[in-house]
């Protein structure tokens, strides 16, 4: 019988700094699976550093090295995507390339899979060396996530997991252009658990996630994964309807009684600003979602990859839905 085969997929993104060491690691920890045989799927996000070249050094070195390099910077989920596309494994595994996730993990991981498990997730149980305001940030997200999302999504995880090849065909089977994997991963369903683990540090280099980039992934994962903010901006409109109201009643009473008309222009303004704010709070709301069905609906291809490195031919995997370019 053929050993099973392990993909391992790592998007890149400006890694010039971290990305030897990484393989290094990575290539360490693959020399000890004994029983598996393994492939390393690059992901090269349109990096404009030198993260490309060193790549192609290390796939043209090395046989069990794939590289996918994109046409430009599309974002770490969509390169996650990709790199399902491509991967050719019984199990997947994705794993961030600054060595945040110590690869070490992936032993306990596939001891896991072969327990019987479809998705093996890590739970991040200690993050050093990250900022005050991301650890707060992303404590308050993941819980906010968790309240609005129509299904659960475990708390504190990212997207250094393990899944099976099951798995992997239902993501790659879901069409949507906002992807938010670790929120599809857990719609998908099967057998899942968490394996608890220490994040370590980024090894070099600065976050890729500038506040702009995590701000666009948190409402991806709130408006793909829930319609309640929808429902939200009908109870704004219905509180704010209901405060209108008892103001007409105050005046209405004020005037019967007293014979004192309300003063008039600080009310008026006040309501006029507060109905104004929440009106285009409310549609902004509505606008998030139309942009969303709107480039849903352009069905544009998730991804434009320049080349595909490690695979024989040109034309990289036969089971890639990018368009490829010809580059002869
Ligand atoms: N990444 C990517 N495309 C992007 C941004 C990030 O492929 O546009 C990759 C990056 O190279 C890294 C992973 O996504 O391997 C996670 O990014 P990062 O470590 O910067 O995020 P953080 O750990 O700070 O949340
Ligand atoms: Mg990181």
Redesign the pocket.
């Known amino acids: 019988m053929s050993k099973s085969l392990l993909s391992i997929v ?6 010039e700094e971290v990305i030897g060491e990484t393989t290094r690691r990575l290539n360490a920890f693959c020399a000890g699976l004994t029983d598996l045989d393994y492939e390393l799927v690059f ?1 090269d ?1 349109g990096s404009r550093d030198h993260t490309r070249t060193l790549l192609k050094e290390i796939a043209a070195a090395d046989p069990h090295v794939r590289l996918i390099a994109f046409a430009r ?4 989920q969509i ?2 995507s990709a790199g399902l596309d491509a991967a050719q494994g019984d199990a997947v595994v994705l794993i ?3 060595l ?1 996730d110590p690869p070490e993990v992936i032993h306990e991981m596939v001891a896991r899979w072969r327990e019987g498990y479809d998705v093996v997730y890590g739970t991040r149980t200690d993050r050093p060396g ?1 900022s005050a305001f ?1 650890l707060s940030t992303a404590r308050t997200f993941y819980r906010l996530l968790n309240k609005l999302s129509d299904v659960p999504i475990p708390l504190d995880t ?1 997207d250094f997991r393990l899944m099976s090849r099951k798995v992997v065909d239902v993501l790659r089977a879901m069409p949507e252009r906002d992807r938010f994997v670790r929120g599809m991963v857990s719609w998908a369903g099967f057998k899942q658990t968490s394996l608890p683990y220490a994040r370590a540090e ?1 090894f070099a280099g ?4 500038p506040l702009k ?1 995590m701000i666009r992934f948190a409402t991806d994962g709130i408006l793909s994964f829930s319609s309640k903010p929808l429902q939200l901006s009908i109870g704004i409109g219905m509180t704010a309807a209901a405060l209108a109201l008892l103001g007409i009643l105050y005046a209405i009473g004020l005037r019967l009684f007293t014979n004192i008309w309300v003063e008039g222009w600080t009310a008026l303004m006040i309501a006029v600003l507060f109905l104004g704010g929440v009106q285009l709070v409310c549609v902004g709301i509505l606008g998030e979602y139309m942009g969303r069905v709107y480039s849903e609906v352009k069905r544009r291809p998730l991804y434009v990859v320049d080349e595909y490195i490690g695979y024989a031919g040109t034309s990289g995997p036969a089971i890639s839905r990018s368009p490829v370019v010809d580059r002869k």
């Open positions: 790592v998007p890149c993104y400006n890694e992901i996000d910077n599309f974002g770490h390169a996650v961030d390339a600054d945040q990250e991301k990212g980024r600065e976050s890729k996630y980039k």
